[in-house]
């Protein structure tokens, strides 16, 4: 600061000597100077905060990119597939094509949702190939989230990417939620090979 009050001064004392067109000049220069100073000293803008569909499953709560959300839907009966996981629940029908089911919660490796008859919501993901919808207890909200924390791993799946705080719309309780990664959430469920029938 006292700088840039000696530099005024030295320029004040020149400017009594130059001519309009040096002085002007001068003048730029310092208010582009200005400028730039003002832009260093503001925070670096914070990104766009991320927007997630709330929803709980088990005692916790857990936020879906909003961007790998195709639709909500009411939970629905279940064909059960023989021989899969615990955590896949069944597949249905929509739209001409088979959707599979999959427990959020038993496959995080919590004490698997409620059954289809005590309500629920299917979050159907955008993923094309296959079609999979997330059994959840609930569907709350959608909501900008601020991350609470930057640190990576020791997350009690893999697929859970962080923890963050909802910033609108919710209970105080309901606040802070789980972070999840549906492509690493869904590994485990989905063949390794990408041609059917290989």
Not at 45 to 70: D, H, I, K, T
Not at 78 to 106: H, T, W
Not at 175 to 186: G, H, K, P, Q
Request: proline residues 7%; negative net charge; aromatic residues 4%.
């Amino acid at each position: 600061m006292a700088q840039s009050l000696r530099r005024k001064l030295k320029l004040i004392n020149r400017a009594k000597a130059l001519s309009a067109e040096e002085r002007a000049r001068l003048i730029l220069d310092e208010r582009t100077e200005r400028l730039a100073a003002r832009d260093d000293e503001k925070a670096a803008p914070e990104a766009e905060a991320a927007r997630v569909l709330v929803c709980g499953a088990g005692s916790e709560n857990f936020g879906v990119p909003v961007e790998a959300v195709a639709e909500v839907l009411p939970s629905q009966e279940c064909v059960p597939v023989p021989d899969g996981p615990q955590a896949l629940l069944g597949v249905f029908g929509r739209n001409g094509r088979l959707v599979s089911v999959i427990d959020l919660a038993a496959a995080l490796g919590m004490p698997p949702s409620g059954s289809d008859d005590e309500g629920g919501h299917f979050v159907l993901l955008r993923n094309e190939q296959p079609q999979v919808a997330l059994r959840v207890d609930r569907a709350l909200a959608v909501s900008a989230v601020a991350p609470l924390t930057d640190e990576a791993g020791g997350f009690r799946s893999e697929a859970v990417t962080g923890y963050a705080k909802a910033e609108s719309g919710l209970a105080d309780q309901d606040r802070i939620l789980s972070l999840l990664d549906t492509d690493r959430l869904l590994r485990p469920f989905l063949p390794s090979s990408p041609v059917p029938g290989v």
